[in-house]
């Protein structure tokens, strides 16, 4: 391979922020606003002026525009604007990359990548335009979602529980190991005052006794519904320790989908998996470390089934071990062996489609997080299980270069 | 027991006008399950798409097979993603490998009581449900335990 042709040590983010988070339709400001909050507060937290931005980069159909963004914050010369291909949040590691690439290429120096959500103007993966069919009267619906609609699998918990469900009979994967996932989750949102779910502890009674969605998804196996907003400043890695902050470099990026992963009515070759199995060889190809090198993850939550396919996909155990390396006692900071989502993540701190998480990824480099892992060198960041394409992140600290 | 597995009120599926799935939906509506095969490289394919994805033939045939197949996954739906569904849960979503072919799979429900248990690997039989009176009409696919 051509060694210039990699993203490795080419970009570091510097800088990270967000609003405050809040239930769905509970944010007080418009999602534009929103939008400009957290990059001002991540701008501040790299020390760089605003007006000094030159990229923009975001993912999953972000209604704020790149160039109205750079109009209201007198952003001096535009030179990049880039919407990564998916509608879901599969695309949050995939817009990091193309940030990286502009910076590693010469097309700019300053890249802020971002996500915006307020669900009170529109309730992301629900009905309307998500389903692309209108809920209003006499609705009809066309395409690829003719197949599962009228039988009912509507919103993601029923289609992607059909996908969990295959996964767990192949493997013999017991409820307790999605459970876990879910218990680490808020057992490290009571540590984090910004987590939704802080001073709301979960235990092992309550989960079992919770609602089911749709089997194999207890109402705490699904992520919530949020709104707010979260950005991070990227610049050539060159220029990393001219900032703030520690700089959490970027090891490798790579987006993508498997072989048909998205053939429609659920048709998939390799149906049972959350669609990692080729980003993750092209990932720790170019990091240049190993599933053992990871010393926290991040991993996207849509439901904790996902989770569990795509820590999996990524190495970081094998098959046979997924009920033995899944508990809580494993999965929580500062201790496990596999400390997971450690701001409490998609489930207990806020659904902001995995900006949250890359944050927290940077944080544990930095040393910041509100459950610090002691040694933290290399940060997995995992986006969008099941859905295609998907995307992942390795960032690495000082140590790595 | 009503005559289809969902009352009334769930969008209407409506082939695109020039949708490759139009076949499809016609299909249903006569009692036939029809599933594209590559007329070149004799490929099943599943969805349906314009092009083969093997070999990249324009010529995808539409073949007439049995609805018969086993239950490659479920679930038991018990929070309605639509106030229409709120008196039906639970209920049970089958996906459904036909014997045809690998990989060619379709989604419908488990006739019979929601609160039955559904197996990986059990054996399934289609079951035309149609929509008469629906505008447009439409027919869907159920599926019923296959000895
Ligand atoms: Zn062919």
Redesign the pocket.
Known sequence: MDARRTLRHRAAIVGVGETAYYKRGQSPDLEFVLALKAILAACADAGVSPHDIDGFSSYADDRNDAVRLATALGVKELRFASMQWGGGGGGCAGAIANATAAIASGQAECVVVFRALSQGQVRYGQGGAALGYSTQAAPEITGEMAFPVPYGAISPAQRFALKARRFMHDHGVHQEALRAISLAAYAHAQKNPRAIMYGKPLDTAKYDSSRWIAEPFHLFDSCMENDGAAAVVLVAAERAREFAQAPAYLLAAAAGSDHRHAAPSHSAPDYATANYKSVSRRLFAMGGVSPADVNVVQAYENFTGGVAMALMEHGLFAPEEINSVLTVENLTAPFGCLPLNTSGGHLAECYMHGMNLVIEAARQIRGQSCNQVPVVDVALMISGPMVAPVSSLLLGSEATR | MNSTYFSDGLPTPVPDKQGPATPFWQGLVLNTLRIQR?R??Q?WQWGPEYI?S??H?FELDWIEVEPKGRIYSWTRVWQAPQPVLATATPYVVVLVELDVAPNVRLIGNLLGSGTQDAQVGAAVAGVFEHHAASHPPYSLLQWRPAD
């Open positions: 590559c070149r490289c490929s083969c093997n070999c033939s």
